[in-house]
C-alpha cells in the first residue's frame, strides 16, 4: 500500500517564474491538503481539497492555486514566484471528506527561488 | 484564527529520562489534537492524536493530556531513547473546518546516550 508521494524531490526556480508540484494521495484517501513548511517553522496550511474542489483556503494571496483530479491526486500551482516562496512544500492525504481525522504526509518538495 | 503556541522550543533529555511538550490554543471550538514527529529531512509523521472528547491517550511509552478549559494540551514521552530525537509538532484542527490544522512552532528535542 503506497503512502503519499510527491513529485518533484527538489526543484530550483527564478523569481517571476511559475511551478506545479503534484501530489498522490494514500490509497483510499479522497482529501488532499497542501501546507508550506518554511526552515525551521511548522507547516502553514494553504488549501484543502476534496471532490475536485478547493473547499478551505488558508492566508495565503491568490498566486497559489490547486487543482484536484477525479483519481484524488492534485497540484499546486504558484505563480510569479518570489524568494520568500522558498519553502519545503508539503502535502497531506486523509479519507472521509476531512472529517475523518489523521492527515498523512508526503515527502515534500524542496522549492528554492533564486 | 486559531493560534497555537508551542514550549519549549529545544529540549534536551538524557537516555532513559522523561520529556514533556506544551501546547496552547486559542480557539476553543478546536478538537482535534494531533502530534507529529519529523526528523531531518523527512516527512512529518503522526505519532499519536487526541479528540476533545478524551482526556489522555496512551501508545507505549507516549502519551498525550488536554486540558480543555485551559486549552492546553501536551505531549509525553517516557524512558526516552536517542532515535525519538527529532523535531515535534503539536496542531490543532476544528473538526468541521474541514481538517485544516493549525502548526505550532515546534520542539526539537535531543536526547543524549
Known sequence: ?114 | GENVEQHPSTLSVQEGDSAVIKCTYSDSASNYFPWYKQELGKRPQLIIDIRSNVGEKKDQRIAVTLNKTAKHFSLHITETQPEDSAVYFCAASINNAGNMLTFGGGTRLMVKP
Open chain 1, 1 to 114: 500500500d503506497a503512502g503519499v508521494t510527491q513529485s518533484p524531490t527538489h526543484l530550483i526556480k527564478t523569481r517571476g517564474q511559475q511551478v506545479t508540484l503534484r501530489c498522490s494521495p494514500k490509497s483510499g484517501h479522497d482529501t488532499v491538503s497542501w501546507y508550506q513548511q518554511a526552515l525551521g517553522q511548522g507547516p502553514q496550511f494553504i488549501f484543502q481539497y476534496y471532490e475536485e474542489e478547493e473547499r478551505q483556503r488558508g492566508n495565503f494571496p491568490d498566486r497559489f492555486s490547486g487543482h484536484q483530479y477525479p483519481n484524488y491526486s492534485s497540484e499546486l500551482n504558484v505563480n510569479a514566484l518570489l524568494l520568500g516562496d522558498s519553502a519545503l512544500y508539503l502535502c497531506a492525504s486523509s479519507s472521509g471528506g476531512g472529517v475523518a481525522v489523521g492527515q498523512f504526509f508526503g515527502p515534500g518538495t524542496r522549492l528554492t527561488v533564486l
